[in-house]
T-cell receptor
């Protein structure tokens, strides 16, 4: 059973560019959440998608947007990249939203130069 | 606003010791609490999930407790091994899908 998979694993972008990160949830899971983890800190919630809609959103600017496809996979888009966007981006999936165990992917390491 | 704190920030123990990691949160209105393990530069591996109505969960050498009223959880690791070396994170789910994390405890188990 494939777990949560993310691509790419590493990415280097220039300030001002746009980036798209991808996530495939664990088999049978229909809910995808995205987190940003800066070095030495715990992950911070960006947003969650369920039934192709954004259901919850953390304290992140509109430069961060997402999408969920009918097969439950998801994309995270970040526009107008800043140096401070450099972080490990983690995707988590769960079965329905609220109160169930979350499973995380290996993350995408984004470096903005 | 929910704040999650983990103490200690780092811990070094000899192999074979039993140890306790602590997690505290400021708001008892949570869906659940989950403990994770993270190896350097890697994703999170789920260890234990405790629903808000539960008091503890056990898996192998791991035991986690939850006291919602006092805003505390502990992760007990028995007979620690070098392979247990990692960062341990606790997280509380405050809204559907919105998990708040502590900064983690970095554990080193020396052979």
């Amino acid at each position: 059973d494939a777990g949560v998979t993310q691509s790419p694993t590493h990415l280097i972008k220039t300030r001002g560019q746009q980036v798209t990160l991808r996530c495939s949830p664990k088999s049978g899971h229909d809910t995808v959440s995205w987190y940003q983890q800066a070095l030495g800190q715990g992950p911070q919630f960006i947003f969650q998608y369920y039934e192709e809609e954004e259901r919850q959103r953390g304290n992140f600017p509109d430069r961060f947007s997402g999408h969920q496809f009918p097969n439950y996979s998801s994309e995270l888009n970040v526009n107008a990249l800043l140096l401070g966007d450099s972080a490990l981006y983690l995707c988590a999936s769960s079965l329905v939203w609220g109160g169930t165990e979350a499973f995380f992917g290996q993350g995408t390491r984004l470096t903005v130069v | 606003k929910q704040e999650v704190t983990q103490i200690p920030a780092a811990l070094s123990v000899p192999e074979g010791e039993n140890l306790v990691l602590n997690c505290s949160f400021t708001d008892s209105a949570i869906y659940n609490l989950q403990w994770f393990r993270q190896d350097p530069g890697k994703g999170l591996t789920s260890l234990l999930l405790i629903q808000s109505s539960q008091r503890e969960q056990t898996s192998g050498r791991l035991n986690a407790s939850l006291d919602k009223s006092s805003g505390r959880s502990t992760l007990y690791i028995a007979a620690s091994q070098p392979g247990d070396s990692a960062t341990y994170l606790c997280a509380v789910e405050v809204l559907e899908g919105d998990m708040r994390f502590g900064a983690g405890t970095r554990l080193t188990v020396k052979p």
